[in-house]
């Protein structure tokens, strides 16, 4: 940080919705603030791309949240790795800040971006992949030679 400004501000794609826009997406937000464990799964398992899953992510983060103050430098992680995966920067500071002071805020942000992007968090990985796949023409199935 150099006079109160991040380091890597200039640096990297803007988010395409911003921190405090958390109402742009109803069903994120309140996903977000009645049930924060469900939430974070979600977007956990898609960032994870599929190699954990919502159920997991969900209990840990529930783990965490229940026997410590310090939820925040576990979900910071996550949202780290999805601003490294579409070079995104670190604005307004850094995660481990954004996450201790906004965590619903934050979590809010990471739902749409993945969205913006053509996730549908509340679908999981497996769902998204089908709903990818989708387009794609299967080609049809040949008998082989053999035969019983």
Request: proline share 5%; net charge negative; charged share 15%.
């Amino acid at each position: 940080m150099s006079g109160g400004i991040p380091v890597n501000a200039g640096n990297g794609t803007p988010w395409s919705t911003g921190l405090c826009d958390c109402f742009d997406d109803m069903r994120s937000c309140c996903c977000t603030l009645w049930c924060p464990c469900v939430s974070f799964g979600q977007a956990a398992e898609i960032i994870d791309e599929g190699s954990s899953s919502c159920l997991g992510q969900a209990s840990i983060f529930s783990l965490i949240a229940c026997f410590t103050p310090c939820i925040f430098l576990y979900t910071c992680y996550y949202r780290s790795r999805l601003r490294a995966k579409y070079q995104l920067q670190e604005t307004p500071c850094n995660d481990c800040c954004v996450h201790f002071w906004c965590l619903s805020c934050a979590m809010c942000q990471e739902h749409r971006e993945l969205k913006n992007r053509g996730f549908d968090p509340h679908i999981g990985w497996q769902g998204n992949m089908q709903k990818q796949n989708m387009g794609i023409e299967i080609p049809p199935m040949v008998e082989g030679q053999m035969k019983r």
